[in-house]
């Protein structure tokens, strides 16, 4: 079983945690079930059900945008030709940037943009697009008072506090199933700030390609990345499925504060 | 607002096990094939002011009435315990499509723990998904209990049937907390 804490700054065990209660906030956004969890004294708070509603809210203007399969995303509209920049949500660039970063940060084991068959060249931000709006999206909750909080988009995990929290987060215990043995539970990973995602093959498929080769990753296991942001553990995770090696080491020397977990 | 819950709750669980239950027999059925299976659900809402060892607040009540199928699910009627400490509460997971089908799960929480786990919907659309399901689905039952005891509050991963199964048991999760 393994243990990560992955504290902004040193944790102190001098403050009272306080009896918090949870409360849990569950809809289909982007295609798949987002659960947002908070804790606090009084979860039933009307701030708290306000900031929930914007993080879904929020993901659901990303989805408008950046949808691979709404044909009226913005991503899209631009692909076919049938928008003009202008009408376009500036999101389309601060993601296309990112993507830029994401290649040039993993040596390319991450590419947002793939060559087709016939010759055109497709850009797909998907692999970065749900880590970084779900990290976007945090900001919500990070300036309500006194509460702690952890998303969960499609598997992929950000916990993080509101104002005031910071002496007595709380953990958040979060198991990685195994990918060999279907709903099993392989590892625990306990987080009280950060972000968390999976990669892998399983029964899914080989759904991520070798950017190097243009072929699909085909193999068992999966990669977990847990570190202090989603977006960034996102994108790790990528591409420690395509390359877990050379993803390690790239890690180590550039992103040092995140973690690879291999099953 | 307990009752309204319980309601709704109750009024969801048997419309989702009206119209999205599959079953099938491998003999004759096709995929695609739905049987809508006969019901029996039934709601027993508790005033019970049980007290629960850790976040969760219920208190001794039956969230919702169980849909008890005839040929593979051995559903039971929810149960509620009042008493100074016992709290039990019955929580059905949400239907999660995959390629194969739905799936659904139902958990019972006793004092903020799962102690029981049933599955509801399986995929049953021809003989290769039920030998596979015969084989997963004993383990998935073990397994979110098996999860529970080591007290998890989220679920990672990425596939598909068992992500299906993950979801709906965070999704059981959830619910267990959406009050």
Known sequence: MTTLEIPVRPHTTTGVTPTLGRKAFVEQVMGMPVSVHIRATEPTRVDIAAAAAAVFAHLRKVDEVLSTWRTDSHLLR???????????????????????????????????????????????????????????????????????????AGGDIAVGTGRGMHDVAPVWRVGIEDPRVRGQIAEVVTLTRGGMATSGAAIRGAHVLDPRTGSAVDRPGSVTVVGPDLLWADVWATAAWVDPDAAQALMAARDPEHHLIRL | ???????????????????????????????????????????????????????????????????????????????ATSGATAASETVDGSVVSTRFGNVQVQITVENGQITKSVVLQVPWNNQKDQQINARAVPTLNSEAVKAQSADIDMVSGATYTSQAYLQSLQSAIDRAHLS
């Open chain 2, 1 to 79: 607002m307990r009752r309204i819950t319980l309601w709704v709750l109750s009024t969801i669980s048997t419309l989702v096990l009206l119209f999205s239950y599959h079953t099938s027999t491998s003999s004759t059925a096709r995929a695609g094939t739905s049987i809508i299976a006969p019901q029996s659900t039934t709601a027993t809402g508790s005033t019970a002011t049980g007290s629960t060892t850790t976040g969760s607040s219920a208190s001794g009540t039956t969230a919702s009435g169980t849909g008890s199928t005839s040929a593979a699910a051995t559903g039971s009627g929810s149960t």
């Open chain 1, 78 to 152: 631009l692909q076919h030709g049938t928008a003009t920049t202008d009408e376009l949500h500036p999101w389309l660039a601060d993601v296309t940037l990112l993507c830029l970063e994401a290649e040039d940060r993993t040596d390319g084991l991450f590419s947002a943009w793939r060559a087709r068959p016939a010759g055109r060249t497709v850009f797909d931000p998907t692999g970065l697009v749900k880590g970084w709006a779900v990290a976007a999206a945090s900001a919500h909750l990070e300036t309500v008072p006194e509460i702690a909080w952890s998303i969960n």
